[in-house]
């Protein structure tokens, strides 16, 4: 393929009830979107991506105004001096993007609007790439910070009427042990998991502890996203099996993880790790260890919600993921909505990876717009 063109637009929509987690508030999903124009054997084909990143650098390193400085000043350019060679592949884009260091949600925008862009000129949905099997996924539901805990409570109410299968609460210093007893007094057999978003420091092990009481599946990112050897610590400290997300942003990342006992189990997000090509290679590392994954979300727009559910159809992804429907964040995705059917959403066989986003609601979203020429 030969890229032609690429618009990278930020789009603003707003949230249907503020999202807090132990580092932000969002009202607003920021995202940035790309559409990337380009011809595979003389045919005019677009492509779609949908970046992770937040508008600050307080999930990771990345926000908004740096993805867009590196994508138009590194990425894009560098793409164009690698096809003025040969051309394109979606499985060769990390590769000729290698010389620039991190910048992983940046270029996992690039790479998933070119696969799917040539998954779009092949007539191939993604999960027929990945050789998913599966029809649906099941949809589990990732819970703000909330004023109070009779508020998480129905909350948590509405959600399970709605009828997602697993509830993850975020979790902060203050806003932990009670919120957790709580929900899990008022639902004894649901399947709950907590995410701290790196708000602990190791010196709270026996605090954390006190969640082995309340059969948590799972507790996320509880340390900083460099203390992979804390995080093997507290593991051996506490019961709940350990999930890593902010720590593992490569598939070496997520050996190391395994090998030091620092996960029991991982949270795939695309973004965070590079692309949907190093979170499949996540996948297999960690099936092949035994260790069972996720997939995890950044308030993704129907764009990145589709490539979301056709991964989370590969046969490691024994958890519910953070795959809810499009209406827990937006009272109108700039898609068709992923709506939730007894608790599953299905799985896009339509070709590409991205869900195409309808003209007039993107935008009408879009808040300004970069044009890079290749
Ligand atoms: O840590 O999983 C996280 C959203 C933004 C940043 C980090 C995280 C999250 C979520 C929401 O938990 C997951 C979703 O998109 O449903
Ligand atoms: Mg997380």
Not at 80 to 106: D, F, Y
Not at 315 to 343: H, K, N, Q
């Amino acid at each position: 393929m030969k890229i032609t063109h690429v618009a990278l637009r930020t789009l603003e929509l707003p949230l249907v009830a503020p999202f807090t987690t132990s580092f932000s508030t969002q009202t607003h999903r920021r995202v940035i979107v790309l559409e990337l124009h380009a011809e595979v054997d003389g045919v005019e084909v677009i492509g779609w991506g949908e970046c992770g990143a937040l508008p600050e650098p307080v999930y990771n390193e990345e926000y908004n105004a740096g993805v867009l400085d590196v994508t138009t000043t590194y990425l894009l350019p560098m793409l164009a001096e690698a096809q003025r060679k040969a051309p394109l592949t979606a499985e060769s884009i990390a590769h000729h993007l290698e010389r620039i260091v991190g910048n992983r949600m940046a270029k996992a925008a690039v790479e998933m609007a070119v696969l799917d862009a040539q998954l779009r000129a092949a007539g191939t949905s993604f999960a027929d790439y990945l050789g998913v099997t599966k029809d649906r996924v099941p949809s589990g539901v990732s819970i703000g910070i909330q004023n109070s805990v009779p508020q998480l409570l129905e909350t948590v109410q509405g959600y399970l009427d709605e009828g997602y299968v697993r509830i993850k609460l975020k979790i902060k210093p203050g806003w932990d042990i009670d919120p957790v007893r709580a929900v899990r007094e008022a639902h004894p057999d649901i399947p709950l998991q907590v995410d701290a978003n790196a708000a602990y420091t190791l010196v709270d092990a026996n605090h954390l502890a006190k969640l082995d009481a309340y059969d948590v599946l799972l507790i996320e990112q509880p340390l900083a996203e460099d203390d992979m050897r804390q995080h093997a610590e507290l593991a051996k400290r506490m019961r709940t099996p350990m999930c890593l997300d902010e720590s593992v942003v490569s598939a070496p990342k997520a050996a190391d993880a395994i090998a030091m006992g620092a996960a029991q189990i991982i949270n795939i997000k695309p973004s965070r790790v590079g692309g949907y090509l190093e979170a499949r290679r996540i996948h297999d590392i960690a099936s092949a260890h035994g260790i069972a994954v996720w997939c995890g979300g950044m308030l993704e727009t129907g764009i990145g919600r589709a490539a979301n559910a056709a991964l989370a159809g590969m046969p490691g992804f024994t958890l519910p993921g953070d795959i809810s429907a499009s209406d827990r964040f937006y009272a109108e995705d700039i898609t068709d909505p992923f709506v939730i059917e007894d608790g599953y959403l299905a799985i896009p066989r339509e070709p590409g990876l991205a869900r195409v986003p309808d003209a007039g609601r993107l935008e009408a979203a879009t808040v300004g717009t970069l044009h890079v020429d290749l």
